[in-house]
């Protein structure tokens, strides 16, 4: 069979695979990128952070991008029984990016692919990796199949990772293990928003606490579109019964918030389900790969961490392969390994302690304290590597802790108000 020999192999061209192929390759190598699918296709994780924007500008992405009218987004709002908490990037703690977009991924993920296409990285589309075989130096033997049938081989270098829920790796050599974050379930759908300009505030992400363990996205984009999300345990949704599109519309009815704006509203496709997604890996890399993205770990949509892990992680593993490449001793396990855990742990708390009412606690608090909120934005932005920031550093008891102070503080006033 035909083989072809590169330098670096790129499995997936969502954006982890993108940004990875494109810092590598402007490093001089060469590089292929191998994609199941065939583009544009659906995806969620619509809505971005401002971490991500370096990864961006890295990879050389930023003016396709921006040529696409992407909805700008300047921070995040939360809602609970009429309570607004409010967070604006620009007030965040860490120096950085202070805007980002909500984009519909088709669009996004295709405009990132042609734009390293451009540079001179082919991409072959509708194309499965069935097998790799690494060799002791860390070179490999790729075989990937087309759409009709036809089988190649590959030999590369280094094997990039990038394959988002796909997992390549992890599932070919049995790497995959449990998350320790509990099964949910998402239903949502693109929905035609008539109503957008009546909102409160028609171009912003919101995001809207239902009940305890449920919440709802509500993602407005610039073609006047609306991506529309319920996300919670499994058996919640139960109760709705029908078709998907009578279980989403009494889904929107049995909220207040979405209930008038989302009245007869038009369904762009029917709903869809996405479920138990939380997956991880023992391991981020092995002699001859390394895993970017999704592949590493997918936690939670409720952050929108997944784009901003997986372009961080691929914009840090690209330069950390580009110097083995070039001969340097490269510690994977403290360079990359120790980084990325740092940045996923962090969104691993703040998800845990969103489902578990302690963000409630905090994002509803009276009379915050604009330095904490500033520190807590900065994780909301996606600067989740930054330990000068003590809700980073401490992440795992920082927000327990204020969530305590909060309560006592508003106990002693209540019992201040009724004279006790």
Known sequence: MQTEKIDVLVIGAGPSGTVAASIVHQAGYKVKIVEKQKFPRFVIGESLLPRCMEALEEAKFLDAVKTKDFQTKNGAKFVKNGKVCDYQFADQFTAGWKWTWQVTRADFDKTLADTVEKMGVPVAYETTVTNIVF??????????????????????????DGSGYGRVIPRLFNMDKPSNLPPRRAFFAHTVDVNRAMADEPDRITIVVHEKEVWIWVIPFSTGRTSVGFVGYPSFFEKFKGTPEEQFRALLAADPYTSKRFEGVELVFEPRTLQSWSSTTNRFYGNGFVLTGNVTEFLDPVFSSGVTLATVSSQLAAKLVIRQLRGEAVDWDKEYMEVMMQGVDTFRSYVMAWYEGTLDTIFFADDQDPLIKSQICSVLAGYVWDTTNPYVKDHTTALHKLATLIEKRDSYRKKMSEGQ
């Open 135 to 160: 060799n002791d130096d860390g070179k490999s033997v790729t075989t990937i199949e087309d759409a009709a049938g036809n089988k190649t081989y590959i030999e590369a270098k280094f094997i990039i």
